[in-house]
């Protein structure tokens, strides 16, 4: 793995620019061989890397996944525009390659890494989770990833690293709603207990349906976790801090009364101005039954034990 010092220059800035062109090919080289390497045939066609018969999770749901026409195009990224076509849109304009992830804080390794480093040393897996989002509706989605935890292990975490905070790229030139001050305080940026992190069912995505992600679902690296709220699985991640103290968040210091850092889906707790009892299923008839909404979304077999001695209404 390439270690860098803390103070990286773009890689854009220092790199020949054709070696700087061919670094996607790279990315493309190193998923195929990644998948290759578990007998898995990848598909290279639209100078696009695809996955088949990727190696299921063992913490993948028994579910039918939504068609993908749909979570690519109904998506909340409010670096873009608040409205869920428009974000879609205006994402392609996000160049994501080449791309850097720092991890810092309080680790025994903390580096600037190249994305496809960090990928060389990950095994890909399809995971397929239901995604509910705290404005009532959901999704299955059949992610492509690894689990976070194996990423900080390799930082190797010291004892005093409590949270991770996590912060998506800043790039006002680009998206648009970072350049006004009215809402979400920019970066976007999210967090988690370090128990939560290391969690084997918390991802970090490369992909969906067995392609590469879409700039709009979060390109190149975004989070995963799938037992709370959807705002919490953030998007175009270029930092991963492990922290003493629990991090400001995006939508928690935008509106603390309701969303709370937790953000467990918890059809008890509804929020200030709707229930969270019930979810719209994306994608399916007219006449489909509302979903009941499930305490941590269907995961509470994996971890309600992360909450065992948690009051989860004060703690929503
Ligand atoms: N990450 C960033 N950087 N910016 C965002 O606006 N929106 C969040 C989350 N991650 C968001 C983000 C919200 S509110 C949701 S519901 C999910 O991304 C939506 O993911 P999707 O658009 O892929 O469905």
């Known amino acids: 793995m390439i270690i860098k010092t803390k103070k990286t220059i773009p890689a854009s800035e220092i790199t020949d620019p054709y070696v700087f062109k061919e670094r996607r090919k790279i990315i493309k080289a190193l998923l195929a061989l990644t998948a290759m390497g578990s007998g898995i045939v990848p598909v290279l066609a639209d100078n696009k890397p695809r996955w088949t018969n990727l190696p299921e999770s063992s913490f993948s749901a028994d579910l039918m996944t939504t068609p993908s026409e749909i979570i690519e195009n109904y998506t909340n990224y409010y670096e873009f ?13 996000l160049a994501t390659d080449p ?22 040393q990950q095994t890909l897996q399809e995971h397929i989770y239901r995604f509910r989002c705290v404005e ?7 992610w492509v990833g690894f689990a976070l935890g194996d990423l900080l292990r390799k930082a ?96 928690n210091k935008f509106a603390p009364g309701e969303y709370g850092f937790y953000a467990n889906v918890n059809p008890n707790v509804p929020h200030p101005r709707w229930s969270q009892n019930s979810e719209r299923l994306l994608g399916s008839g007219f006449f489909t039954p509302r979903r009941e909404t499930e305490l941590f979304n269907g995961y509470g077999e994996q971890v309600a034990g992360l909450y065992k001695d948690m009051n989860l209404r004060h703690f929503f």
Do not use: C
Request: proline share 7%.
């Open 81 to 93: 525009s608040y409205n869920k076509h428009d974000s879609t849109k205006l994402a392609q304009q």
């Open 136 to 142: 009532a509706w959901s999704m299955v989605i059949p």
């Open 156 to 251: 190797q975490p010291l004892s005093t690293a409590k949270f991770v905070k996590f912060t998506s790229v800043y790039r006002p030139e680009v998206m648009p709603r970072q350049k006004q001050n009215n809402m979400l305080e920019w970066p976007y940026s999210e967090g988690l207990r370090i128990d939560e992190a290391m969690h084997p069912l918390t991802l970090l995505a490369v992909g969906m349906y067995g392609d590469t992600m879409p700039k709009q679902n979060g390109a190149p690296l975004r989070l995963v976790v799938p037992w709370k709220y959807g705002f919490k699985s953030i998007k175009a991640i270029v930092k991963i801090e492990l922290l003493k103290k629990a991090p400001t968040t995006s939508w």
């Open 99 to 120: 791309w850097s992830v720092e991890i810092s804080g309080e680790v025994e390794k903390s580096g600037t890494y190249f994305l496809e480093d960090i990928l060389r």
